[in-house]
């Protein structure tokens, strides 16, 4: 009975100084965690880091948050953390190495969110693929083409790549590129095309522009300027490519193509 005695004695002093407070530890630990991780989406919402973020940077705040605490909880049970640390270095290295293309696009991926080349919803074009960003994730990045298409590209891949954001300033051009006879006046051209321009559209400043651009062996080739909100690029092209057909043929201007005159003598 003694040796009972002595055995119960020892798991209670065992239970008080190490189980209990680790037990303690626990609960309060997590309540802490609970309440930083919804401290970090206050600031989260506050920030002008991109929404795709959020959740990245959560779950990493998270992960190492209990990681800490199950390492407090092993050291006040007894556990020695030192082989566990070190343990965990080794394993660490390995998926490092193993795992290297994808911790490329995850560093891609926060340079992503930190830099901000661009936005989700911007039109962009990357490593010439061009379309709408649809997301910028953990190792991808998403593009929504116009023809309905979903392109992903690897985080690094964008990083390193030449990025052009057509919606970063809210407006872009549509540059109209049309021939007309050398029978046509120039100053009539330019005209009816200035006309074509004004679409439902198009902005007042600037005012849509054209010019002559060249002269070709057929045709003289001029381009028609205007400029619009970023979101309405695509109708106002449309719309402006069929307005100087109309207008055109309302005015009795004729679009040439490649021809060859050739010219008999009798």
Not at 143 to 153: E, F, G, M, P, R
Not at 163 to 175: H, P, W
Not at 199 to 215: G, K, M, R
Request: proline share 3%.
């Amino acid at each position: 009975m003694p040796t009972v005695l002595s055995w119960l004695s020892v798991a209670g002093a065992f239970i008080l100084s190490n189980i209990l407070p680790a037990a303690i530890i626990a609960v309060v630990g997590i309540l802490l965690i609970q309440f930083l991780l919804k401290l970090v989406d206050k600031v989260l919402v506050k920030s002008k880091l991109e929404v795709a973020a959020h959740k990245l940077i959560k779950n990493v705040i998270k992960v190492v948050l209990y990681v800490l605490l199950l390492l407090i909880i092993a050291s006040k049970l007894g556990i020695d953390v030192t082989g566990i640390v070190a343990l965990a270095s080794v394993l660490t290295l390995a998926v490092s190495l193993a795992l290297q293309n994808i911790l490329s696009n995850v560093i891609g991926g926060f340079t992503l969110l930190y830099t901000k080349p661009f936005a989700s919803g911007d039109f962009v074009e990357i490593a010439g693929q061009s379309g709408t960003v649809n997301e910028i994730g953990l190792t991808y990045t998403k593009l929504a083409t116009a023809d309905n298409k979903l392109v992903s590209i690897p985080n690094s891949a964008v990083v390193a790549a030449q990025i052009v954001n057509f919606s970063a300033t809210g407006k872009r051009r549509v540059d109209i590129t049309v021939s007309a006879a050398y029978t046509s006046a120039v100053e009539d051209v330019l005209e009816a095309l200035r006309e074509a321009g004004k679409v439902p559209t198009a902005l007042e400043d600037p005012a849509p522009f054209a010019a002559v651009q060249s002269y070709g062996e057929s045709a003289i080739n001029y381009i028609l300027q205007i400029w619009c909100t970023a979101d309405d690029y695509w109708t106002t092209l449309f719309e402006g490519n069929k307005n100087v057909k109309a207008i055109f043929d309302a005015k009795g201007i004729t679009m040439t193509y490649p021809h060859i005159n050739v010219h008999l003598d009798k």
